[in-house]
């Protein structure tokens, strides 16, 4: 097939400056070069590529908006881009990097103190440390607030008990951060593997994210220092927080796993022949692939705001909201239509399409359902919440 070298059907790339496709290019090159060699075989055995944390540690893809600790210090649209790349690879492996900066680095960055800062920060910049984020439990996954893991205080110790589930990078983390409630407060702790009571088990099973590591994480009676409590996160608005981080990241990644099977479905259209013909020449696949290139331009342009107003610091929760709702709904339409042009080749690992399609069935349900989206945005738009 023909090299990916991009979707760019109405000039976006000239909205960008020289730094932000620099940064798109590397982490292209990183993703052509070596995870679309390997990914077919780690999704296929259902197993992360752990060689990469290393390299990506390497081009500065964790916590890539921090300043310091080790960190690239990029705007958030540098950040966007990597992220996008990488989702053009799979969407575990952004989910990996996502988890990693998003949801672990940047609450010790916000909510920690310095000690916390130090302690963690380079080594996770490194990709040493692997971090999780447990929120999610079993009984409570779009209400958070239910959760029912606690933390009492005990002299220099708080105890944790509870499970959480679903949570991505959580056998291979060597530090977890466990969201509990603490006097009936949400706060966050942060758990380093190891410690006496806290163990994980890794859930099978999924045709979707094969390529990540998911697993449930159990706290029995799971003393940890005083010290590793996230001082300035309470309340639900701390892991809300972190998921705004990661939202974000994930809107910029729902277009590179559209362009993905965009690119994919073009190239097979122009040279698969049926009735004399390539099929890129009848009405109604050209009307899928037009589809797909219309809603992709929208969706670029759409994220590359957010994330301008990102920049700038006017993004409110519900214009990440909107990206992340429209970019994952667009991609995994977009790769249902792919694999639909691929025909029979289209259900096979042979062709990328249908695991992004199984991909973003778990990316349209994490991080906020699609509808918790819309609910998110009625709010905004009527001041009425309509959650419960
Ligand atoms: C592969 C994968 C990785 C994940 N990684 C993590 C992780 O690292 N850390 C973590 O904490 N969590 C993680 N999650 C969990 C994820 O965030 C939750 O699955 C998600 O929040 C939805 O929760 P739920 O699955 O319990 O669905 P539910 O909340 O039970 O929702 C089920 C359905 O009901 C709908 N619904 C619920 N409430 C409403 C309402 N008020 N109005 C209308 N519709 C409603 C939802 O939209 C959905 O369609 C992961 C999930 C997956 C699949």
Known sequence: MKKFDGVDFLEIDGLMSEDEIAVRDLARKFVSEKVIPIIEGHNRAGTFPMDLVPEMGELGFYGATIDGYGCAGLS???????????????????????????????????????????????????????????????????????????????????????????????????????????????????????????????????????????????????????????????????????????????AWGGVGAAMAVYHEALEYAKTRIQFDRPIAGFQMVQEKLAWMIREITKAQLLVLQVGRLKDKGTVKPEHISLAKMNNVHIALQAARMAREILGANGITDEYQSGRHMCNLESVYTYEGTHDIHTLIIGEAITGIPAYK
């Open 76 to 250: 958030n649209v540098q950040y966007g881009l990597i992220m996008q790349e990488l989702e053009r690879g799979d969407s575990g492996l952004r989910s990996f990097v996502s988890v990693q900066g998003a949801l672990c680095m940047y609450p010790i960055f916000a909510y920690g103190n310095e000690e916390q800062r130090k302690k963690y920060l380079p080594g996770m910049a490194t990709g040493k440390i692997i971090g999780c984020f447990g929120l999610t439990e079993p009984d409570f996954g779009s209400n958070p607030s239910g959760m029912l893991t606690t933390a009492r205080k005990d002299g220099n110790s708080f105890i944790l008990n509870g499970s959480k589930m679903w949570i991505t990078n959580g056998g291979i983390a060597q530090l977890a951060i466990v969201w509990a409630k603490l006097d009936g407060v949400i706060r966050g702790f942060l758990v380093e593997a190891g410690t006496p009571g806290y163990s994980t088990k890794d859930q099978h099973g999924k045709f979707s994210l094969r390529a990540s590591v998911t697993s449930e994480l159990a706290m029995q009676d799971c003393r940890i220092p005083a010290e590793n409590m996230l001082p300035d996160a309470k309340g639900l608005k701390g892991p809300l927080g972190c998921l705004n981080q990661a939202r974000y990241g994930i």
